[in-house]
């Protein structure tokens, strides 16, 4: 007995020191049952946060006939989702696609994100939301998302106007290796600015009027865990003052991601640990990773993260040539920007620039980006930016050399952009990740199965334990390359997990 | 004694400082600007437009862009200026300085970055 005690402690321990790790250095994210002397309220489902997949999983938990409380940490509800561009990347036939002639299918729509998504670990719910995106899509609308019909010809969320849109830089890129373009970012459009807001607006107004509460500036303290295991509940600060709040069929995580909390970057994305675009709400604390992991949670993806290069917004910039600390080239400067921003931050160190000639540099003054140099050669401006000697002009030579017949052999940048960098005065900007315009957000967190469950190392589910969006380690992986697919995924798995919590132990 | 007494000079040990009392850098402020991109922008900038449009915000009344709709009852019924010292004490710590706010920010609790900020958006109140 008391060897089995000591083992029992020894786990609670490690289990403590994992949290710790992963958390914000605190490990009091998980309280006994024995020591909660009394419920202060009831229901079946609570649900942590009240962004895309938090209000998905409850009004998927009401559906399925359960009693919802949700509870926010801030003030005001719709965490980052709301303060986001409201795409969701969709297909397979979508209603939407059908009536503005988008032709597409499952299959198609599994190929094109499977070419990208690789991450074997997100093979699954792949294939399941793919399979299912038609009813989701259905599912968005029937909640009152308000959609458009008007197609996009860009690769930019249009400001308003428009609901669909080529989200996966399916038009710059080399038709050869993408098939056909097909449009699947389904953008939330009631001809407000910006798409997040009308979604959000939606989803909670929906909740409400099937009865779902909504407990704002609640944040969510602990879980509360049962002798078995099993999560039997919260405490949350309402009011000012510590309430125990009982779960009977079960808790969702979906509280977001990590980038506001500086020590956990430190430890899992040192990359982005001084960027200074945090592209979230500021709930995006950790904390729903951290109470999942103090009750034996698995996490994955903790290194992996989205990090937008500045670039889309200026045409011009894709004329130019972006070169490492080295003078090198390293990507094909068409390619999405979360291709680029992800080859910055984490395989150059934080920090590129980028060369033009005097017919591509409009614009790129709106980008915001840094200029450095300014000269009539590239010699002068190499002397004057620290590239190893020769590397710059070696790599602008070698660049025009293939320009000129429309090829480039390095990284096959498409042939619409590809120009010689030639015609002076030549400027260059500097772009990092810790100064420059630079969104990036985590996308790492709890291990969940198709159904939302939350699993331990050892594969095993944690007990009425379950979690959806950017609290979890879901569809979008790095470099991410595909607009709207962390709202596809909030939006889609947040529902996986309200369903499987609101049918509750029977499930 | 003496170096506590320079590192308080040079505003190392005085996070109570009103960061107006500082002399603010617009370059490093635009740095300090990006975490507010999420919600704002300045015209002609990127960033988010859930926000208001924060260019020329000095000298304006509170709660009154036109064509935005989501200001809290208080900021809509305000009648105060935004001024710089308006501004550095409201971003030391927002949500409890107008807690019915609907901006939903940690502020900028460093004096200095604050000062910083500020003095970026004086120099993109005269640019737009």
Redesign the interface.
Known sequence: MGKHRQSRLKRRQFVAGVAAYLGAGKADTAVANRHVASWDLSTDVIVVGSGAAGLCAALQAREAGAEVLVLEALPQPGGSSVLSAGVVYAGGGTALQRALGVADSPQAMYTDLSRVVRSPLSAEKVALYCDQSVEHFAWLAQQGVPYRGQLHRGHLPPDVGASLYYSANELRADPQERGVAVARGHVADDGSNGGGRPMMGALLSKARAQGIAVRVSAPTQQLVVESDGGIVGVQATIGGALKSLRARRGVILACGGFVHNRAMLSRHLPQLQNCSTPWSGIGDTGTGIAMGAAVGAETLQMEQAVAIAPLATSESAAYGILVNERGQRFVSEDAHDGKIGYDIAFRQGGKCWLLADRHHIVGLRGAHIKEVALANTIGDIASRSGFPRGALQHTVAFYNKFAKLGEDPLFAKSSGFLKPIQGPPYRLFELSVSDSFFPVYTLGGLHTRITGEVVDTLGNKVPNLYAAGRTTAGLPAAPYVVGGLSLADATFFGRQAGRSAGLGRAS | MKSVTALVLCGLLAPNLPAMALEGDAERG???F??C???HRLA???????GPELGSIFGRVVGKQPGF??YSDFFQSASFVWTPTLMDTWLKDP?SMY?AS?M???GVPDPQSRADLIQYLKTVSTDH
């Open positions: 635009k740095r300090v990006n975490q991109r999420s919600c002609g900038s990127p960033g988010s437009s859930f709709e989501y949500m807690p609907t939903m920010s940690r």
